[in-house]
């Protein structure tokens, strides 16, 4: 490895002048003069992450050519070093080895069952090392394991299971409650309690706990049938309407994912990583927990996140290497005792959402040498990382450099998302420092490039534009707006469509007009995001029209309460006798969404949900007040 690293390295720096000398005579003999200017900017910056992005290729070119596989390559791991410690867990200690024995029992039990290649299987667990062991152990034979969010409830969560066709769910006993008020729907659908004490607490459930130590921990020959292209995992997405959506997570997909954040952030196997994040999420379940399984670095998990034992776990566990998301960076600031020193091991962080207005005074605060923030979804093509500390870029991509990274933001309706289009029908690409609409070009036959989509076709099709800039090319469509700067800094600006994100999840806006017309008998509402001073993402709020005043706020609360994860329930709630209309007779948001949550501004009744008592307070001078001066903890 340290000669094939060499080799690349030196092969970097005797590319670079063959190319960079070029350029710079053809600029000056064009009078370029600013882009000199920011080649001489961005030459270093672009030179270490040029080095980074071969050894990426590389390492998944080299898995592609093994015809490797997520159990595969964690098998060689297990056979390099059995017994160094995997996951850290509260006060257990698992080794490769008891991960891999355990995976394959997991694959035993399920293969007696019955479950074969490309079945399904639903897992709503909470984090633990069990959560791995499941899902991988059920690849080893050929059966693919759908993520469950375990803020999931009712509807939105029999979809889950519904939509990818479930031949089994496994749930931990915690959710026992929320299987069994939609057993009732889910159709002879096999269900496996894990954690049990005594027995499962549904009696149609099996006891998965007491069944897995009986199963043989040898390895099963179904594992030389798997390929990389096969399905490994669904994660679900709200995309920009409906219900959540499963996205389709490949074996090269998933390995991809942990080489980016491997290479990109020039990690070490030495490392270990702390991963407070859900394991149902890419952040958590791929990116961190994919360097483990992948690479050989020790994770630590917690169960649920802490702000206040974010820092003495890091200590415990002695890790050198933490991920976040924007939420949890305010959440540490603010629990913090101003003027103390943290002490800590931590040196790198990865992770989205960290504001740039708290970027400085976080990493001053919790002295973290590196912040790895980037951009990426699940399912998309687009994935850029800022790896030179630039506060409030998400990535970055040279703009001569746009050929080989086909990552391109075009310039959209402001209103409506949607790319304008010349006279020609092709889209126009935005200029340095105009918001645009980020796309990135679809190639299937490269793993950085390829968009797998969803289970569900049409949902598929709903994310790609064609003929963007020539007849039949074809590119993934974020539904982000960003900008980028003369320097190819991306900064993240919005997000389009029928969608927010709050509490670090996407709460799709058509799934709670869905529940809030049905609750309050077919009323009119919309909902959409607003700014809270502060915060990250959005708030969720609606405005509902009530013109006979025969609204039952208390039913309508108790009925959000049931039906939606608590990150989904409107923060405010607008109560109006009308809501404007489109010429098409479509509900208007945009002048809703101006308008807020402004108490001196709206003279339609206002109302807050007060989490703690799970109801809607009348929203007051005084209440308005202390949420917009951050007063009131959210």
Not at 214 to 221: D, E, T, V, W, Y
Not at 340 to 355: A, Q, S
Not at 475 to 497: H, S
Request: proline letters at 5%; a neutral charge; glycine letters at 8%.
């Amino acid at each position: 490895m340290c000669a094939a690293n060499f080799a690349i390295k030196s092969s970097t720096m005797l590319l670079w002048p063959i190319i960079v000398i070029p350029l710079i005579i053809f600029l000056l003999g064009n009078k370029r003069y600013r882009w000199i200017y920011i080649l001489y900017k961005t030459l270093p910056r672009d030179c270490i992450t040029a080095y980074r992005y071969i050894k990426l290729n590389w390492r998944i070119t080299s898995f592609v050519k093994n015809k490797d596989t997520v159990p595969s390559v964690f098998s060689r791991l297990v056979d390099k070093h059995p017994e160094k410690i995997l996951f850290h867990f509260e006060d257990q200690t698992w080794s490769f080895s008891q991960i891999e024995e355990y995976s394959n029992q997991i694959a035993h039990y399920f293969k007696s069952k019955g479950y074969r290649k490309d079945d399904t299987v639903g897992l709503m667990l909470e984090n633990r090392p069990e959560y791995v062991g499941t899902w991988l152990g059920l690849s080893k034979i050929g059966v693919i394991t759908a993520l469950i969010n375990t803020n999931l409830v009712a509807d939105p969560l029999i979809h889950c299971l519904t939509v990818i066709k479930c031949k089994g769910f496994i749930y931990g006993r915690d959710f026992s409650k929320v299987v069994r008020d939609i057993s009732g729907a889910l159709n002879g659908l096999e269900i496996f309690e894990l954690g049990t004490i005594d027995k499962p607490l549904i009696p149609a459930a099996i006891d998965i706990s007491h069944e897995i130590p009986n199963q043989p921990a040898a390895k099963l020959p179904e594992v030389a049938g798997i390929n990389p292209r096969d399905k490994l995992l669904y994660i679900f997405t709200s995309g920009t309407t409906g219900l959540p959506k499963a996205a389709v997570i490949s074996h090269t997909r998933y390995m991809y994912a942990a080489v980016g954040i491997y290479s990109l952030a020039d990690l070490s196997p030495a490392d270990t990583m702390y991963n407070p994040l859900p394991l149902y999420h890419t952040a958590g379940g791929m990116l961190a927990v994919g360097l483990g399984v992948i690479f050989g670095l020790s994770v630590a998990l917690r169960r649920k996140f802490s702000a206040s034992n974010y820092w003495s776990d890091c200590q415990k566990y002695h890790c050198n290497l933490s991920n976040y998301i924007g939420e949890i960076c305010r959440y540490l600031l603010a629990v913090h005792n101003p003027g103390t020193y943290v002490e800590h091991p931590v040196k790198k962080m990865f992770g989205n959402g960290l504001r740039p207005q708290i970027w400085e005074t976080f990493v001053n605060t919790f002295h973290v040498e590196r912040v790895y923030e980037f951009y990426g979804s699940t399912e998309g093509n687009t994935n850029i990382i800022n790896v030179d500390n630039t506060i409030g870029a998400v990535g970055f991509v040279p703009r001569y450099a746009s050929l080989v990274v086909p990552v391109i933001l075009l310039k959209c309706d402001d209103d409506s998302g949607e790319p304008i289009r010349d006279d020609n029908g092709f889209c126009i690409r935005c200029v340095p420092n105009e918001p645009g609409i980020l796309v990135g070009k679809v190639d299937q036959k490269h793993a950085h490039t390829e968009f797998a989509g969803y289970a569900d076709k049409q949902a598929t099709e709903k994310k790609l534009l064609r003929n963007v800039f020539k007849p039949n090319d074809l590119y993934f469509n974020t539904g982000d707006v960003l900008v980028q700067d003369e320097l190819g800094y991306f900064y993240f600006k919005d997000r389009t469509g029928d969608t927010f994100r709050w509490k670090g999840e996407n709460v799709a806006t058509c799934e709670v007009e869905a529940v809030i017309s049905d609750v309050a008998e077919l009323k009119d509402a919309v909902v959409y995001g607003v700014q809270i001073p502060g915060t990250e993402g959005r708030a969720g709020m609606a405005a509902i029209v009530d013109s006979d005043k025969s609204l039952d706020l208390h039913k309508l609360t108790k009925g959000l309460r049931a039906r939606l994860p608590g990150y989904a329930v409107p923060m405010f709630m607008r109560i109006t006798d009308e809501v404007p209309m489109t010429g098409t007779f479509k509900l208007q948001k945009s002048n809703l969404q101006k308008e807020g949550y402004n108490y001196e501004r709206i003279k339609d009744r206002l109302y807050f949900f007060e989490a703690k008592n799970g109801e809607y307070l009348q929203l007051t001078k005084e209440l308005y007040e202390d949420i917009i001066g951050g007063r009131l903890r959210l």
